[in-house]
């Protein structure tokens, strides 16, 4: 071989060289790119733990107090209803209560007109009898030739 033919493989010979430097370069780098995100994954995988954890505690307690107040707005519920129906049965024994009575007054006073209307039937009745006496007293005295 040549001295040029010598020189390309020697030329070959250190490109090859350079080419596997920079593969093994690229393959560690590779390796502790990896070990850094290995190492920082376990890191926010270690500083996630505590606060998912106080995230579930925390919906827990959440869910345990819309159900404490979904049962605080039933009994409230209640309560009113309650409420609402004894207001309504003490309006009921109210409006008896007074109601019984006026009607019974109404009716006393019913009674008093019609004994007023009936006395003064009888006091009109009175009088048209005594008028019309009068008047056939004063037609037969007319006639009386005296």
Not at 51 to 68: K, Q
Not at 125 to 142: G, L
Request: charged content about 20%; aromatic content about 2%; overall charge neutral.
């Amino acid at each position: 071989m040549s001295n040029t033919g010598e020189l390309y493989l020697g030329i070959i010979a250190g490109a090859v060289l350079i080419m596997a430097l920079v593969q093994v370069g690229a393959i560690v780098a590779g390796v502790l790119l990896a070990k850094r995100v290995q190492r920082l994954s376990q890191q926010v995988e270690q500083d996630l733990k505590p606060l998912i954890a106080n995230l579930t505690g925390m919906s827990s307690e959440a869910a345990r107090a819309a159900s404490l107040a979904a049962r605080q707005v039933e009994r409230i519920d209640q309560v009113f209803g309650e409420m609402a129906s004894r207001v309504d049965q003490t309006l009921s024994m109210a409006q008896d209560f007074v109601s019984g009575p006026a009607r019974q007054g109404l009716a006393i006073l019913s009674g008093v007109k019609a004994m007023t209307d009936a006395l003064r039937g009888i006091r009109e009745a009175s009088r048209r009898r005594q008028a019309t006496r009068q008047n056939t007293v004063d037609d037969e005295e007319s006639l009386f030739i005296g």
